[in-house]
């Protein structure tokens, strides 16, 4: 798909292609999507801080997550999850976190994003070289 098609798909196709590719479930909390659990979309960084709505942008969560979460940073929300014993998919996240900046890298604009995505890969990054903790 083009990029310029893609900008074109409609909101609930891009949520049928967001669960497809990060899987049929939240990628905070691990619930799988079912009728009691349906998947929205959940924005990385959040249309308030100028994140756009690009299928790059867009992970399958539940609503509680969607909008517990609200405004808080990618890494934060992550963390709180971890602290409440959830499994949030980092593998999702950290993906979309890189196809969005590679996104914007191509079709250009979106400052505020890309100044937010790169904040949230430092931290991503600063986890990573955190030594593992006992499990
Ligand atoms: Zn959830």
């Known amino acids: ?36 659990v ?15 709505s690009w299928l790059e942008n867009e992970v399958p969560a539940c609503r509680r997550c969607n909008a517990e979460r ?12 971890e602290r409440r014993g959830w499994r949030p998919d980092e593998v999702a996240i950290t993906r979309s976190l890189d196809a969005l900046l590679e996104a914007i890298t191509e079709r250009g604009g979106q400052r505020r994003a890309r100044a937010y995505v790169a904040a949230q890969q430092r931290r991503v990054r600063r986890r990573a070289s955190r030594p593992a903790r006992d499990a």
């Open 1 to 36: 798909m083009s990029p310029h098609e893609q900008r074109q798909t409609s909101r609930s196709e891009r949520l049928r292609l967001a669960v497809e590719r990060d899987g049929a479930r939240c990628v905070w909390c691990g619930r799988a999507f079912g009728p009691l």
């Open 38 to 52: 349906p998947p929205t979309r959940e924005h990385l960084v959040p249309r308030v801080k100028g994140g756009p």
């Open 70 to 81: 609200g405004h808080r940073g990618v890494v934060e929300w992550l963390e709180e999850c």
